[in-house]
């Protein structure tokens, strides 16, 4: 076999097991969709509260459909609540019972930040050091999710445009 033939069969190979690779993730994610944080129904939302460590508390509330930022009052970003309603839904790859995790050791106490979708709270602490998930607490159980949303979470409240 010449070197070229050899090298474009390995090539071949290689970007075959890349394409296996990429499918196997994608099976995967689709696998972890199926167990969601929470089971809210997000379309009935009706208030949005977003506390941190260091950030000014965000307060959203959902008046006849539109979303609109308190403190101050203003129209809120609509992709930032998508967001921030998208993080109840976020899928779980791990759920653990709160008693086997020492909440302070995974940065739960004090939460570095805390997201209440009406009546239910999520608290997030630190992130998992293999993976990168996040450690999140909800009513009596600590679950690991991809870290996906911080970004929403620590964004300052927008401040409304003056005429």
Known sequence: ?????????????AVALL?????????????????PLTTLDLAAAKRIDVTCAGCTPRHYANVDG?????DPDAPADEALVARLLAIAHA????????GELEAAKVGLVP???T???DDTELRFGGTDAIRGDRYVAIDDAIAL????FSAALFT????PKQD
């Open 111 to 113: 939460p570095f930040a």
């Open 19 to 35: 394409v296996a690779a990429v499918f196997a993730e994608l099976r995967h994610e689709q696998a972890l969709a199926l167990d």
């Open 145 to 148: 999710v991809p870290d996906r």
């Open 115 to 117: 997201l209440r979708i």
């Open 91 to 98: 899928p779980v790859r791990f759920r653990h019972a709160a």
């Open 1 to 13: 076999m010449k070197r070229r033939t050899r090298t474009l069969v390995f090539l071949v190979a």
């Open 156 to 159: 300052a409240a927008a401040t």
């Open 66 to 70: 539109h979303w609109r930022q308190r």
